[in-house]
């Protein structure tokens, strides 16, 4: 997997984020977690926390947000707050997919979006005169159908 340079950037924002933490919240987050941090961030770009500015009001990449937010949720939020931000991620992406569905959904190929229905029937009539005049019907004649019965005839009693 290759990591962009916004999120090397953003691990060295979050590294340095976590140097400023206390022991307690820095120990709630796995070790694995913190090597992947500290072995792909940016070590040529330098960010700097102004520690007299809340955390909140600290510029920072949207990837830093992120990723912080996860911490949060997963580390250091009690069950009550998991519990309703799971919910909340839950319901938008719920109104996401439906999102989707309505801009994307196969269904809208075939609904009606018009809301006179005799208009719809018209529209709809005048689609199946437009096919059928386009399909070709022959018709034999009956004559026609009469010599090609007797061929027939003959070519099955040479066999």
């Not at 090397?8 to 913190?34: Q, W």
């Not at 994307?104 to 075939?110: K, R, T, V």
């Amino acid at each position: 997997m290759t990591i962009t340079q916004d999120y090397k950037n953003a691990f060295t924002e979050v590294y340095t984020i976590l140097d400023h933490l206390e022991d307690e919240d820095y120990e709630k987050i796995p070790s694995d977690i913190l090597d992947v941090i500290e072995e792909n961030r940016n070590k040529d770009y330098e960010y700097e926390m102004n520690e007299e500015v809340d955390i909140f009001k600290q510029p920072m990449l949207p990837e830093t947000k992120a990723i912080l937010f996860n911490f949060f949720r997963d580390y250091w939020s009690t069950p009550e707050q998991n519990a309703k931000i799971k919910r909340m991620q839950r319901e938008d992406m719920q109104k996401i997919e439906e999102k989707k569905k309505q801009e994307y959904g196969s269904y809208e190929i075939f609904k009606n979006n018009n809301p006179n229905k005799n208009e719809s029937n018209t529209n709809s009539d005048k689609v199946k005169k437009e096919n059928a005049s386009l399909i070709e019907v022959k018709k034999e004649s009956f004559i026609t159908r009469i010599i090609n019965k007797i061929k027939l005839f003959f070519i099955h009693k040479k066999q």
